[in-house]
Nanobody, 116 residues
Framework: QVQLVESGGGLVQPGGSLRLSCAVSGSVFGIYFMGWFRQAPGKQRELVSQLNSDGRTKYIDSVKGRFTISRDNVKNTVYLQMNSLRPEDTAVYYC??????????WGQGTQVTVSS
């Protein structure tokens, strides 16, 4: 059974940085998609960034140039480095692992608050 555990959220001032971590346990193999989603109060959950098993990445326009998704295969951890944070980045951030035909897994979420 795959489990995802996020960490690294918190309160940061505008312009600051945070790094979110998603520790992955269990069997992950073949084609998969690792994603960071976020959900702000009163809004739908949205995909912020995705890292595929082939190494390709994608980002929503509002975070391009500011956020970077990466993985450490030794630590089985996926990261989201967030720089130049803005108040509109405030949300609960969720890690997601999609294995087509095998499962769709979510972490518990971590709160990111950008405020002065």
């Amino acid at each position: 059974q795959v489990q995802l555990v996020e960490s690294g959220g918190g309160l940061v001032q505008p312009g600051g940085s945070l790094r979110l971590s998603c520790a992955v346990s269990g069997s992950v193999f073949g084609i998969y998609f690792m994603g960071w989603f976020r959900q702000a109060p009163g809004k739908q959950r949205e995909l912020v960034s995705q890292l595929n098993s082939d190494g390709r990445t994608k980002y929503i326009d509002s975070v391009k140039g500011r956020f970077t998704i990466s993985r450490d295969n030794v630590k089985n951890t996926v990261y989201l480095q967030m720089n130049s944070l803005r108040p509109e980045d405030t949300a609960v951030y969720y890690c997601n692992l999609l294995q087509p035909g095998s499962g769709d897994y979510w972490g518990q979420g971590t709160q990111v608050t950008v405020s002065s």
